[in-house]
């Protein structure tokens, strides 16, 4: 991912959806359920990450499982959504 510009886009919907405009990962989409607990990052067509967040927690965590293994990439991929997701999240606050 060096050197690539890509912008995260936040869609309204019911749940939350955020998605990657440009570079290597376009079209990539992060998904959550309404109570944002659960996420998805998928991209074409392939489950990149998967995260759960942990109700009883004083902060806002998360466990993160990378699905994609086969590109080294995706890990920073999943990183900068999830850090997108938490901002979002702690703005909503």
Not at 28 to 40: C, E, H, I, P
Not at 76 to 85: E, F, N, R, T, Y
Request: no cysteine.
């Amino acid at each position: 991912m060096d050197g690539e510009t890509f912008v995260l886009q936040n869609r309204l919907a019911l749940s939350r959806i955020t998605e990657v405009r440009g570079g290597r990962f376009d079209g990539a989409t992060l998904s959550g359920n309404l109570l944002d607990l659960k996420f998805r990052i998928d991209h074409g067509g392939r489950l990149v990450a998967e995260a759960e967040g942990k109700i009883l927690s004083p902060h806002q965590a998360h466990v993160v499982h990378i699905r994609t293994v086969d590109d080294p990439d995706a890990e920073q991929l999943a990183a900068l959504m999830m850090i997108d997701l938490l901002i979002q999240m702690r703005e909503e606050m």
